[in-house]
C-alpha cells in the first residue's frame, strides 16, 4: 500500500510542470487525494485535494488558476499540473491519501492517512 509522487525538476519561472501521484495496492473509491508542498524552514501548505469518487476539487485560494488536480481511474493515478510557476513554489511536494476527508478537513495534513515520499520541484532561472 503506498503512493509514488513523481515528475518534479527544475523548472524555468513562467513554465510548467505536471507531478505525477501512483497509488498501489489500494482501491481509492473511498479516498480523497491531497497535494501538499513543503519548503525549507516552512510548515507543509496544502496545495489541492481531489475525491476519487466524484472528482470535486479543492484548491488553495493562493494557487488557483495555475493549478488544475485530475485523476485517471484507470491508472490509478493524481495529477497536478503546475503552470506559470514562481520561484516561490520551490518546495517538496507530496500527495496523500485520506478515507475521512471532508470539507472542513481537507487542507488539514493531520486529515490524511497515507504519504507518498515527496518529489521536489524548483522553480529557477
Known amino acids: 500500500v503506498q503512493l509514488q509522487a513523481s515528475g518534479g525538476g527544475l523548472v524555468q519561472p513562467g513554465g510548467s510542470l505536471r507531478l505525477s501521484c501512483a497509488a498501489s495496492g489500494f482501491g481509492l473509491n473511498y479516498y480523497a487525494i491531497g497535494w501538499f508542498r513543503q519548503a525549507p524552514g516552512k510548515e507543509r501548505e496544502f496545495v489541492s485535494a481531489?475525491?476519487?469518487?466524484?472528482?470535486?476539487?479543492l484548491y488553495a485560494n493562493s494557487m488557483k488558476g495555475r493549478i488544475t488536480i485530475s485523476r485517471d481511474k484507470a491508472k490509478n493515478t493524481m495529477y497536478l499540473q503546475l503552470n506559470w510557476v514562481k520561484p516561490e513554489d520551490t518546495a517538496v511536494y507530496y500527495c496523500?491519501?485520506?478515507?475521512?476527508?471532508?470539507?472542513?478537513?481537507?487542507?488539514?495534513?493531520?486529515?490524511?492517512?497515507?504519504w507518498g515520499q515527496g518529489t521536489q520541484v524548483t522553480v529557477s532561472s
Open positions: 481531489i475525491k476519487w469518487s466524484d472528482s470535486t476539487t
Open positions: 496523500a491519501a485520506g478515507s475521512r476527508i471532508i470539507l472542513s478537513n481537507t487542507r488539514n495534513p493531520e486529515a490524511y492517512d497515507l
